[in-house]
């Protein structure tokens, strides 16, 4: 398929059907503005003129016809924002095919430059892996998906789940367009419903005998007017009995809502956006266990969020003073009301937290399967799950921020064994080991590989490739490299099999230092369940080639230019291009 014709060709029709409602909308206004135009000048000739009641029909039938216009201006308004929001997400993604993610949250405030790999292997970041897959309306869900890209957990089952919602490109779509309104704040709903667990609601709200007496009270209260209207009464009896009526039920619950009040304030918007996602989820049919799950958990959700919801409106009703008089002086609105709440918090409360997760279980899954969705030049990994042993074998492996450019290598791993990568600048060696790493990554969540074909044991990670230093904290390069390394033991240690990959060990030193440090370190870490690949300028570690030692290496070729193939061969590097750039450099000055 090709993808930027695909996004292109729906980004245009819907752009049609924008144009389309936009036109209905104006013709809907101009009507509404028609009819209630009409409705007053009716109601001007019914006092004018002695036509009667067919002028009072008219006018009748004119604010009838504004009503029906006006819903049906709000339902093409509805339509017209869904349809905008989704041809936004299909333009933000031909954007990024073209390579701009702006549109995207970058995770930069997911860095860590102490984790274990994450840092060196730009998962977090601009342009980073995060930023390309992340496609979440929630901030739950880009929770999950940053937390899934920093921890190794193979779930099988997963590689199931992604596949199938990469399928349903359509959904997924209109799954993304929820969030482009608004993002949901996950932490900020979950926070509120916790403070709605803590609310203490008085014993009377869940009481059936109030509940009889509340209504008894309703019923006498209308008895009062029908008497009061007969001339059986005095009309006294229903106004004292409305404002006696109003005046305990205010007393009795106007403080418990005022609190509950405070708390959910902000929730309303994004609750009724939740509801859509919640309703998107649970209404599609899904095959694998972990989306059907998740599917079947949410449909229990439905009720909960839509009394919520309820709930919110009738908070945010309370504002209007005169409205809320009549109300509880003749129904008792906010006695059930607090009633309402007091069965939501009883019945609902304690699981959502659960429903949350499941909301950004899916939203994770659907950025990983956008992902896949826009690559199909990946491929499925094949996990062996039963090994302990790290076990990698890719042919054609490629790191997927190159795209069509990429330079594929086959390259194997087997546990235990060290390899020793060295090649000029810019010849491609952290290019490569970050390929390794990036692909590993993705193999384990379940995602497809950028390989022609990878098959791949569980393992642990741990690289040393980007060590900065800190001299706010006082600590030099040289000593942060020696703080990486020194975390890379304890991790080995205590994490195996363990596959360590580090770019250039003790840059911060000098040639001959560099060059027994090294050594050192790499026959210590040889003794543990670790498992090596090493990239070095330094040509003299090459010599420490054994049965489990190897070396590999990205040759170039000096001629009139420097010649760079990417490609990875047995053995070390022959020619190196830092003299000779920088001879070209200062013969152009």
């Known amino acids: 398929m090709n ?47 002695s036509w009667g009641w067919p002028l009072l029909a008219c006018s009748a039938l004119s604010l009838v016809g504004y009503a029906v216009v006006r819903r049906i201006d709000g339902l093409n308004s509805d339509r017209l924002q869904r349809k905008t929001d989704l041809r936004q997400v299909y333009l933000h993604e031909l954007a990024s095919l073209a390579g701009d993610f702006s549109a995207f949250d970058a995770g930069g405030h997911y860095a860590d430059a102490r984790h274990e790999y994450t840092f060196d292997l730009d998962v977090f970041g601009a342009e980073s892996l995060f930023q390309r897959m992340n496609r979440t309306i929630t901030s739950g869900g880009s929770d999950c998906l940053a937390d899934r890209l920093s921890r ?38 979950m926070r509120a419903v916790m403070l709605m667990r803590e609310t203490r609601i008085p014993g009377f709200a869940l009481n059936g005998g109030m509940r009889i007496l509340a209504w008894v009270a309703i019923v006498g209260c209308l008895g009062a007017f029908v008497a009061a209207s007969l001339d059986m009464a005095d009309w006294n009896l ?92 003749l129904a008792w609105s906010d006695f059930f009301l607090l009633r309402r709440f007091a069965l939501w918090q009883r019945d609902y409360a304690g699981k959502m937290g659960d ?43 490629f790191h997927p921020f190159l795209g069509a450019k990429a330079v594929r290598n086959d390259f194997s791993i087997v546990d235990h ?30 995602m497809p590989v950028f390989a022609d074909g990878y098959r791949v044991s569980i393992f642990h990670l741990f690289s040393s490739m980007r060590t900065t230093d800190d001299l706010a904290h006082g600590i030099s390069y040289f000593n942060a490299e020696l703080l990486r390394l020194q975390q890379l033991l304890q991790f080995c240690h205590d994490h195996r099999p363990t ?73 070390v590097a022959r020619n190196q291009n830092a003299t000779y750039l920088l001879r070209r450099i200062l013969e152009t000055q």
């Open 499 to 571: 596959l360590i990959i580090l770019d250039e060990i003790l840059k911060g030193t000098n040639s001959l230092d560099k060059l027994n440090g090294s050594r050192m370190f790499l026959e210590a870490i040889s003794r543990l369940d670790v498992t090596g690949i090493i990239a070095t300028h330094d040509l003299e570690l090459s010599k420490m080639q054994s049965e489990r030692f190897h070396n590999y290496c990205f040759e170039i070729e000096l001629g009139a230019d420097v010649t760079y193939s990417y490609k990875i061969t047995p053995g």
């Open 355 to 397: 429903w949350l997760d499941a909301v950004s279980r899916v939203d994770a899954r659907v950025s990983m399967a956008t992902f896949s969705y826009n690559h199909p030049e990946a491929r499925p990994a094949e996990v062996l799950t039963d090994s302990r042993e790290v076990v990698c074998e890719a042919r054609g492996l």
């Open 152 to 189: 190794l957990d193979y779930v099988v089952g997963r590689a199931e789940a992604l596949a199938e919602l990469a399928a349903k490109d359509a959904w997924r779509a209109d799954f993304i367009a929820l969030g482009q309104q608004r993002r949901l704040d996950t932490e900020e709903v």
């Open 417 to 446: 064994h060290y390899y020793i990568i060295t090649g000029a600048n810019m010849a491609g060696k952290s290019t490569f080991l970050r390929a390794v790493g990036i692909n590993y990554i993705l193999a384990m969540n379940g």
């Open 238 to 329: 229903p106004i004292w009995w409305v404002i006696l009526q109003f005046g305990l039920v205010f007393l009795f619950t106007s403080g418990t809502l005022k609190r509950v009040g405070g708390v959910v304030d902000r929730l309303h918007e994004q609750m009724a956006t939740y509801i859509k996602v919640v309703r998107h989820i649970a209404d599609e049919t899904f095959v694998s266990a972990l989306n059907a799950d998740d599917s079947r958990t949410l449909r229990e959700a439905i009720d909960s969020f839509a009394q919520l919801e309820q709930i919110l409106g009738g908070l945010d009703r309370r504002g209007n003073i005169l409205g809320l008089f009549f109300a509880d002086g």
């Open 3 to 49: 993808l930027e014709a695909y996004y292109s060709g729906h980004a245009e029709a819907l752009a049609l059907e924008i144009a389309q409602l936009k036109r209905k909308g104006n013709a809907l206004v101009i009507a509404q503005i028609a009819l209630f135009v009409l409705f007053v000048a009716f109601i001007i000739l019914y006092t004018v003129v």
